[in-house]
Nanobody, 125 residues
Framework: QVQLVESGGGLVQAGGFLRLSCAASGLTFRTYAMGWFRQAPGKEREFVAAISRSGGDTAYGDSVKGRFTISRDNAKNTVYLQMNSLKPEDTAVYYC??????????????????WGQGTQVTVSS
């Protein structure tokens, strides 16, 4: 079966950085666009970043643009999220997701086919 496993979350001070990883198995990784979403307690799931299957197209949520970078290594079946200049409002559970498509990306939660279990990111003041 398909598995997406996130790692790299933790506790960091404001202004710091973290790099999240998502390892995929059970799917032909190169045929899926990949995305990152996050959800804080009491809030709806929010789009963070997405990348097309070859890495040629990317998209970012307004709240993270300029601070976060998404990338992928198809040889390793892994997608990454580099998070810099972290703010307390970035605190959330971060989820990796996969969407089967020929090209491009989507920012819509309901378009994604598979989801990981999430990794906690906590940013302190």
């Amino acid at each position: 079966q398909v598995q997406l496993v996130e790692s790299g979350g933790g506790l960091v001070q404001a202004g710091g950085f973290l790099r999240l990883s998502c390892a995929a198995s059970g799917l032909t990784f190169r045929t899926y666009a990949m995305g990152w979403f996050r959800q804080a307690p009491g809030k709806e799931r929010e789009f963070v970043a997405a990348i097309s299957r070859s890495g040629g197209d990317t998209a970012y949520g307004d709240s993270v643009k300029g601070r976060f970078t998404i990338s992928r290594d198809n040889a390793k079946n892994t997608v990454y999220l580099q998070m810099n200049s972290l703010k307390p409002e970035d605190t959330a559970v971060y989820y990796c997701a996969a969407e089967r498509r020929f090209d491009g990306v989507t920012t819509t939660t309901g378009d994604y086919d598979y989801w990981g279990q999430g990794t906690q990111v906590t940013v302190s003041s």
